[in-house]
């Protein structure tokens, strides 16, 4: 029997509503692996693209934080792929599947973090938004044009993860992914980035623990760990009990969530001299932007297909790290030649 097969038999005894990898779509047709499901296989493709290397040097909340224990986008990625999968075990889902849309839902965030896609959203006629980008990155840019030809499911859950300042979780949502394996990596999203980003900001010194709000420590805990603990198992229970139905929180968990999200914007995000920054964000990529628009040959290389130029200039900007955009914003604006 090929191994593949076994695989697929296996997940048969996931719980009825998980996903199976068995009768996932393609988008194009494609010989089957013998060792690896398809969800295997998707995973593998976005651990191994050049987007998911960038992560790396891309901003959580810290600009190329010159501390070794900051959040990058990477790290923010494997956390939230470590949460979703206790969760999805715990709960007898797919943990495949789980893996390849936390490690592929921000493949598509800019440099400089979301103030980056503020200003690629000014300068994009179509506009952008970082989970669309996602998605794009899978679908086309990756493997010079041609997309990873990923499952249905794992574009579905990439492309529906993002809640911005809109609701976590509700049931009837027309945005939340149509699989329960996207619903956990939606919620394991904010789990991660409330708790690191709070942890970062009190390393920073921009807050102190004792001001986060009272009824969110006494409810989650005082401590990074004890908080994600707290959460991550009221998920899992709270969803044993609607018999995953969805996946769900209970309330007091999920106004401790937004309280913690509605504290960061306060106190972190949106803090006095961000606008200064900002600008600076701002001045940086649109000279970029310029740069390439006169002179794009140097960046941009054919592809099948060709996409309109415009949209191959913001996706090239989209891709870069923080350190690509400042570097090649020093070499556009430093003057090289003797008069
Ligand atoms: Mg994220």
Redesign the pocket.
């Known amino acids: 029997m090929i191994i593949r097969e076994r695989l697929e038999e296996r997940e048969d005894l996931l719980h009825p509503r998980a996903a199976r990898s068995r009768n996932a779509r393609k988008q194009r047709e494609e010989k089957k692996s013998p060792v690896r499901t398809e969800f295997q296989r998707d995973r593998d493709r976005i651990l191994h693209s050049k987007a998911f290397r960038r992560l790396k040097r891309k901003t959580q909340v810290f600009i190329s934080p010159e501390g070794d224990h900051y959040r990058t986008?990477l790290t923010?990625?494997l956390e939230?792929s470590q949460i979703s999968r206790t969760i999805a075990r715990a709960l007898n889902l797919n943990e495949d599947l789980t893996e390849a849309i936390a490690l592929g839902?921000?493949l598509g965030?800019t440099p400089f973090g979301h103030a980056g896609e503020r200003v690629l959203d000014g300068l994009s006629s179509t506009g952008f938004r970082h989970y669309l980008q996602s998605l794009r990155v899978v679908d086309r840019i990756e493997y010079h044009g041609k997309g990873l030809n990923l499952t249905d499911p794992v574009r579905d859950g990439i492309v529906c993860?993002?809640k911005g300042k809109g609701a976590i979780l509700s049931p009837g949502d027309p945005d939340m992914p149509a699989t329960l394996e996207g619903q956990v990596v939606r919620i394991s999203?904010i789990i991660?980035?409330v708790n690191h980003d709070i942890d970062d900001a009190i390393r920073a010194g921009m807050i102190t623990r004792e001001e986060i709000p009272d009824k969110t420590r006494s409810l989650l805990g005082d401590t990074f760990a004890r908080r994600i603990d707290t959460i991550v198992k009221d998920v899992i229970y709270r969803s044993l009990d609607v018999e995953l139905s969805h996946i769900a929180v209970s309330p007091a968990i999920l106004t401790s969530l937004e309280q913690m999200r509605d504290f960061l914007f306060e106190k972190v995000y949106w803090v006095k001299g961000s606008q200064i920054e900002l600008e600076k964000i701002e001045h940086i990529l649109t000279t970029i932007h310029r740069h390439i628009s006169i002179n794009p040959a140097p960046y941009i290389h054919p592809w099948p297909d060709e996409d309109n130029e415009e949209l191959r200039i913001i996706d090239f900007i989209a891709g870069m790290t923080d350190n690509y955009a400042l570097n090649l914003f020093k070499r556009i604006v430093t003057p090289r030649y003797r008069f």
Do not use: E, G, P
Request: proline residues 0%; hydrophobic residues 15%.
């Open positions: 986008r923010h990625t939230v839902h921000d965030h993860h993002s999203d991660a980035y």
